[in-house]
């Protein structure tokens, strides 16, 4: 059964950077794609970035594109998600997803999920 786990949130000043990191378990991934996705209050789930498991291709969202960098580690089994230059408006819960086969831009093509992980940037 896959599990992902998130970690790396928290509190951090507007212009500051975090690093979310996701360990991702019970099975292998070949052929799968990782996603982060983010909710805000109010708002509807949003994919930020995706990474092919087996060639590493990354897709950046344009809502913060140029500030955020996807990643994953094949040895540890984990995807991370590098986001600098924070603003207010990056607040939100940030999920881990997963799904085989190609690239999807909406959350629901994503079977499994991790429980999420709180950003929240102030100014």
């Known amino acids: 059964q896959v599990q992902l786990v998130e970690s790396g949130g928290g509190l951090v000043q507007a212009g500051g950077s975090l690093k979310l990191s996701c360990a991702a378990s019970?099975?292998?991934?070949?052929?799968?794609?990782m996603a982060w996705f983010r909710q805000a209050p109010g708002k509807e789930r949003e994919i930020v970035a995706a990474?092919?498991?087996?060639?590493?291709?990354?897709f950046h969202a344009d809502s913060m594109k140029g500030r955020v960098t996807i990643s994953r580690d094949n040895e540890k089994n984990t995807v991370n998600l590098e986001m600098i230059s924070l603003k207010p408006e990056d607040t939100a819960v940030y999920y881990c997803?997963?799904?085989?086969?190609?690239?999807?831009?909406?959350?629901?093509?994503?079977?499994?999920w991790g429980q999420g992980t709180q950003v929240t940037v102030f100014s």
């Open positions: 997803a997963a799904r085989e086969g190609h690239y999807a831009g909406s959350y629901y093509y994503y079977p499994y």
């Open positions: 990474i092919s498991w087996d060639t590493g291709s990354t």
């Open positions: 019970g099975r292998t991934f070949n052929n799968y794609r």
